[in-house]
Structure formats: C-alpha cells, structure tokens
C-alpha cells in the first residue's frame, strides 16, 4: 500500500499560504497529520498546529537551516517571496534545500508570460522557473498566477473619491482572480500527487481592459468612473508626485506596460481542469466586498 504524500507550504502565514493550508484542510481534506507549514514565527501558526499540522521554522535568508525544516516532504510549495532584489537567491536555495532533503516535487507560484522583459520583477520568476528546470528535482509545477481581485482594495477607493483612473495600459486585458481561488489551486496540484514537469497559467474567466473595469466597478458600487489614458512617464512621475518612493512608482508604471502588451489578458482553462470548479467572477467578489470598500473610499 502506498504511504499518502507529505505536503509542505512555505510562507504558510503569509495571506496566500495561509489560505493554502485551510484548503488543503477544508477543501481538498486532506488529513493534518500529512501537513507541514513552515514559517520564520511558528507561534504564528499555532491556529494550524492546534488542527494538528506539524509546524517548523524556515527563514530563506538562513538558507542552511532549509533543508532540515524540508526534511521529510514528498511534494513542496514554494510561495515567492517579497524579498524584491533578493528573493531569487532565496528562491535558489529553497530549491537546493528541496532537492537535498529529498523533496520528489517542487510547486512554484510565478507570474503570466514571466519571460515578458518590461515588468521589472518578471527577472525573479523567469530565473526561478530556469533554476527548476535545471535541477535534479524528478517533478515541479509553476503556477502562473495572475493579479488578485485584492489588489484592487487599495484602488477602488482612491478611484470612487476621484472619479478618474489614470493609466497606460491600452487596450490590455487583465484576468484578476480571487486570492482564495489560487489558494484552492494550489492546495489541489500539491495534493494531487502529479509528478510530471508542467506549467498552468492561472486566471479567471474574464480579462478586462482598464475602462471596462472602471465602468464595472462603478456601476456595481455606486459612481462613474472615468478612464484617461496617460503615457507611461506621466502615469510614473504622478505616482511619485502623490508619493510614492521612485522604486515603487517604476515597478507600477512597468506593470502598465506588461498589461499593455497583453501579457495578462490569457484566459485558461487551466483553473477549470485543476480544480473542477468555476473561478469567481470579479462582479461577485465586488458585491461580496461592496460594503468594505465603499467605506474605504
């Protein structure tokens, strides 16, 4: 009889990670005792070790205590990190420490078209995505996954109180998704048991461009919404004139850029086929948090 795989999630506190592992309980039921979720404050987590998941410390930036807290993992998420400049050396050894522990798969969440040259953090992912398929890994799986509807929670405010959404992104299609429905995929393919080597591009069911989002957001909360479009160095020197530090305003203004071209517009049957289910639509995630957000604004 074969032994049911053990499951390791990284950043297991992080928003992401967090809806991870309640999937893999709630969802995919799978059982705790199967569950390792490793972050730098394991008291953290004591909501998940009460269910009765092992937790461990792993800090990527103490890379030789990684392959000890892998240790006994069949299949493995690694959850990127927000280290911008320095996460893809942390990715690198998280893979090491894989292969060294034992690991026989690797997951990986990246971003759609990372070979897209424009977006400034696409370099992480593509290099991370390069570092899997060079290592002695027998399987891996890269979860291209695309904006989150929560992304949004910051901008929906800003542009009920101004009525105008400022943007380079042309005709460009975004395809947000819900947090929780990655969440959900990610759990599905780390549970699945999939030892093949596989990309799935991970979005919702409909990509909309700039101004069909504005009209979107405003007929549904209330307000009109007004999308002018802008080059990219004014859309970039007014992030930094409403105060954003420059580093920030550039990666933004690139992201425009990468809409632009169309690199986030793809839209999949790969949720679908993974999990079964439908993803949610961005107008019921708008209903669902219309009160939250209108105060917010």
Do not use: C
């Not at 909309?208 to 004014?234: D, R």
């Not at 550039?250 to 999990?275: F, K, M, P, W």
């Amino acid at each position: 009889m074969t032994t049911p795989p053990t499951l390791l999630v990284t950043g297991a506190n992080g928003q992401l990670g967090r809806l991870v592992v309640e999937h893999l309980l709630d969802t995919v039921k799978v059982e705790p005792s199967r569950i390792i979720a490793t972050t730098r404050n394991p008291a953290k987590l004591a909501d998940f070790a009460a269910r009765g998941v092992t937790v461990r410390a792993a800090d990527f930036a103490k890379p030789e205590t990684l392959a000890e807290a892998f240790k006994g993992a069949d299949r493995l998420l690694l959850i990127s990190t927000t280290s911008v400049g320095t996460r893809l050396v942390e990715h690198q050894a998280a893979i090491d420490a894989a292969v060294a522990a034992g690991v026989q798969h690797v997951l990986y969440t990246s971003i759609p078209n990372p070979v897209a040259p424009e977006l400034l953090i696409v370099h992480d992912h593509a290099k991370t995505e390069d570092a899997l398929a060079a290592s002695q890994l027998p399987g891996w799986t890269v979860l291209r996954n695309n904006w989150y509807f929560e992304n949004l929670n910051h901008t929906i405010p800003q542009l009920l109180q101004s009525g105008q959404w400022f943007n380079a992104s042309g005709d460009g299609r975004i395809a947000y998704i819900a947090r929780s429905d990655l969440a959900r995929a990610a759990a599905t393919a780390l549970a699945n048991g999939d030892n093949g080597k596989s990309a799935l591009t991970l979005g919702g069911a409909t990509a909309y461009t700039v101004p069909e989002l504005a009209a979107l957001i405003g007929s549904t909360l209330g307000g009109e919404i007004a999308a002018i479009p802008v080059t990219v160095p004014h859309l970039e020197q007014g992030m930094i004139g409403a105060g954003l530090p420059a580093p920030v305003a550039a990666v933004l203004s690139s992201a425009e850029i990468h809409i632009a071209n169309g690199r986030l517009g793809d839209v999949s049957g790969d949720y679908r086929a993974l999990t079964g289910a439908e993803p949610q639509s961005l107008e019921s995630w708008l209903v669902a948090n219309k009160a939250a957000l209108a105060k917010a604004a």
